[in-house]
């Protein structure tokens, strides 16, 4: 009886440990994305709210090849379905979002998910997204200030060194020959 309790114990105390589901956003694009989903065990409904964003529609993925409605408003998303269907045990695309007026952070809030029964279902929610920084600098490889790391010119390109061998440098020779 005493290893049946622990086992109970241990059982129920990996379930807040390890979550069943986890929900992450990715292939963000300028007016789309993909929420991933993870889950171990069958999901029967979902509810977010996405930020960051205007939410236009959501479709595709798990959801709709498990026959899920999917309903949106400008910031939550909701899917169940209507026949009693579940999203099984499986890693991959629960839907995909189209957006608007998209912010520098998006991310998933207010996550429930639950089973077939209406029961909330453990879940962990991945790190927003951001949007990558630019970084600037001089693209022209013939520059002598030129930067392989640069993704956007900044204006900054030079081509000469001064007297000094400074790319750009406005050091001169002076009247007795010294730089």
């Known amino acids: 009886m005493k290893y049946f309790q622990s086992l109970i114990t241990s059982l129920f105390l990996s379930s807040f440990i390890f979550s069943q589901v986890s929900l992450s956003i990715d292939n963000v694009t300028d007016n789309g994305l993909s929420i991933m989903m993870e889950n171990t065990v069958d999901v029967g409904g979902f509810q977010f709210d996405l930020t960051g964003v205007t939410i236009s529609d959501a479709s595709g993925g798990?959801?709709?090849?498990n026959g899920f409605l999917i309903s949106t408003s400008t910031t939550?998303?909701?899917?169940?379905?209507?026949?009693?269907?579940?999203?099984?045990?499986?890693?991959?695309?629960?839907?995909?979002?189209?957006?608007?007026?998209p912010?520098?952070?998006i991310c998933?809030?207010?996550?429930?998910?639950?089973?077939?029964?209406?029961?909330?279902?453990d879940v962990?929610?991945?790190?927003?997204?951001?949007?990558?920084?630019?970084i600037s600098g001089c693209t022209d490889d013939s520059a002598c200030n030129y930067n392989p790391d640069a993704e956007e010119d900044d204006g900054s390109c030079a081509y000469e060194e001064d007297c000094a061998g400074e790319c750009g440098g406005d050091a001169v020779v002076d009247e007795c020959g010294e730089c």
């Open 108 to 121: 998933l809030s207010d996550v429930v998910i639950s089973d077939q029964s209406g029961n909330s279902i």
């Open 62 to 65: 798990s959801a709709q090849d």
């Open 124 to 134: 962990s929610v991945g790190d927003c997204w951001s949007e990558p920084e630019i």
């Open 103 to 105: 912010g520098a952070e």
């Open 76 to 101: 939550t998303i909701l899917g169940f379905s209507l026949t009693g269907a579940v999203i099984p045990p499986g890693n991959g695309a629960l839907l995909n979002v189209t957006f608007s007026d």
